[in-house]
Structures are given as C-alpha cells and as structure tokens.
C-alpha cells in the first residue's frame, strides 16, 4: 500500500479565500504530480515536480501554484477560490525510474461556494 | 501528441463472469507504458496493471491481466471472476516523457458487477 497522503480530505470554502491543499509522501519518490478531475470525467495534469526546487505546469491550465521545498512534501495553493475551482484534486508520486509505478493520494474534494 | 481512447462508458457483467475493457492508444513514441486503475466511488486511485511497450509477455496481476496488442495499439484490461466489490469506474493511461512521466488517461469506464 503506498504512503501518500493528503488533507483536506473535503473542503468547502467561500469565494476569494485562499486555500492550500497539501500532499505528503513517505516513500523518498522524486516525482510527485498534482492532477484535477470533475466527477466522472479523466484526470488532467495541472503540476509536476522531478524533485526539491523543480516545478512545471502541466497540460490543463491552472490558477493555482505548487512548491517543492522538501523531498516528501507537494502543496497546491490557491490564492483566490472561485466556483469554477470547484473539483477533485489527486496528488501522486514515482520513483525516479520512467517505469516506476505511480501512486495516488485519496484526493481532496474541493466545493467552492 | 499521446491520445488514450476508452469506447465503453458503461458496462456491466454478472458476478463470476469475467469481462474486457476496452482501450486504444496512440503515440509516436517507441518506448512507453500502459497503466489501468480502479476509481471506486470513494475517489482514490487505485493502481492495478502496468505494461512496458518492450515485454514481451502480457502483464497479469491476480484476476487482471492485460490483452497487449502492439500492433493494433490497444490493451485491453480483462478481469476475471468479476466481483461485486469491482463495480468502479476504471482508467486506461499512458506515460508522458515530456510532462516528468505523468499519466494521460483516458474518460474511463464505469463497471457494474451484478448479482
């Protein structure tokens, strides 16, 4: 069973306010993601890191940022919440091989009022 | 551009049938790999078969096993013994070297085991 975590687990939270979701792995993983999806519908990538101090936007384009201050730790920060925020936010890592199996947290549901 | 197409947006199979479900990619790359999970309606994302475009043999792990067809570019995820606790919605997706070997998945289909 993999190590990852995130809380909020559920949020609901009016608009304008600042939220970070956080995410944490205990498996040394370089490669952590962030990925969002609407009920019934596939994942899409909003942020990637290869390791501490490396970030990248993925292919669905997103108001929020991410860090990568420490190996073990991914938060996603929203500066400014809106409805159209409102979905669910997966975390996951790898390991460092391309072939490295990768592993999600149970997700954040996010409802922007 | 990589594009993971899953037809079936529904389907349902009787309890101890097995069933296939069906996914169809397309990629210039020459090395790449292949991933299914389960979604239950709790939300997490469950990890349940890999395939590397190189092996040889068709992955299996447990009742999953994985109908690799390279020249028809699909892998078409077969469970076995269907189990209610198999009803999920499932995900076909395959790495992306140029987004830090992230997943690009397909819309998923739902499965409903029935009794």
């Known amino acids: 069973e993999a190590d990852i975590y995130q809380t909020p687990r559920y949020l609901v939270i009016g608009t304008g306010k600042k939220i970070t979701l956080e995410c944490s792995q205990t498996m040394g993983h370089d490669k952590m993601y962030w990925y969002q999806q609407d009920p019934g519908m596939e994942l899409h990538l909003i942020h990637y890191s290869y390791g501490v101090n490396s970030t990248e936007k993925g292919d669905l384009s997103s108001e929020s940022t991410v860090s990568r201050i420490r190996t073990e730790h991914f938060p996603l920060t929203l500066e400014s919440a809106r409805p159209s925020h409102t979905s669910q936010y997966l975390c996951a890592s790898s390991g460092r091989q391309g072939t490295d199996t990768q592993y999600f947290g149970p997700g954040t549901r996010l409802t922007v009022l | 551009a990589q594009k993971i197409t899953q037809t079936q947006p529904g389907m349902f199979v009787q309890e101890k049938e097995a069933v296939t479900l069906d996914c169809t990619y397309d990629?210039?790359?020459?090395?790449?790999?292949l991933f299914w999970y389960k979604q239950p309606s709790s939300g997490e994302m469950i990890f349940l078969i890999y395939q590397g475009s190189y092996d040889e043999q068709n992955a299996t792990e447990g009742r999953y096993s994985l109908n690799f067809q390279k020249a028809r570019k699909s892998a078409n995820l077969v469970i076995s013994a269907s189990q209610l606790g198999d009803s999920a919605m499932y995900f076909c997706?395959?790495?992306?070297?140029?987004?830090?070997?992230?997943?690009?998945f397909g819309k998923g289909t739902s499965l409903l085991v029935t009794p």
């Open positions: 997706a395959m790495r992306d070297l140029d987004s830090g070997y992230a997943l690009n």
């Open positions: 990629t210039s790359d020459q090395s790449y790999g």
